[in-house]
Nanobody, 124 residues
Framework: QVQLVESGGGLVQAGGSLRLSCAAS????????MGWFRQAPGKNREFVAA????????YYGDSVKGRFTISRDNAKNTVYLQMNSLKPEDTAVYYC?????????????????WGKGTLVTVSS
């Protein structure tokens, strides 16, 4: 079992930055690939970024490439999402998720565990 708790969301102006954190419980955190997804009001959940268990591979959605960076610290059981150059269209609830299958890490239906989400609001 892995429990995930997101933090770091909030209100920021367009062009600003935020760093989200996802703290995981359980001793097997380092064996899971981790992903960030987001869901804006009235829209489907969208893949944002993901990282392999070792941190050696990273993946990004087209809308955030070059602006967001995912990283992890297995010693701290934590995965991060650094978000720069934020836009109003980045406003959403951001969810952290874990999967034992890295090949499915960009697919929300391939994730095994989910956090409850943290709200990011970007004002124009």
């Amino acid at each position: 079992q892995v429990q995930l708790v997101e933090s770091g969301g909030g209100l920021v102006q367009a062009g600003g930055s935020l760093r989200l954190s996802c703290a995981a419980s359980g001793r097997t955190f380092s064996s899971y690939a981790m992903g960030w997804f987001r869901q804006a009001p009235g829209k489907n959940r969208e893949f944002v970024a993901a990282i392999s268990w070792s941190g050696g591979n990273t993946y990004y959605g087209d809308s955030v490439k070059g602006r967001f960076t995912i990283s992890r610290d297995n010693a701290k059981n934590t995965v991060y999402l650094q978000m720069n150059s934020l836009k109003p269209e980045d406003t959403a609830v951001y969810y952290c998720a874990a999967t034992a299958n890295e090949w499915r890490v960009r697919d929300q239906y391939g994730m095994d565990y989910w956090g409850k989400g943290t709200l990011v609001t970007v004002s124009s």
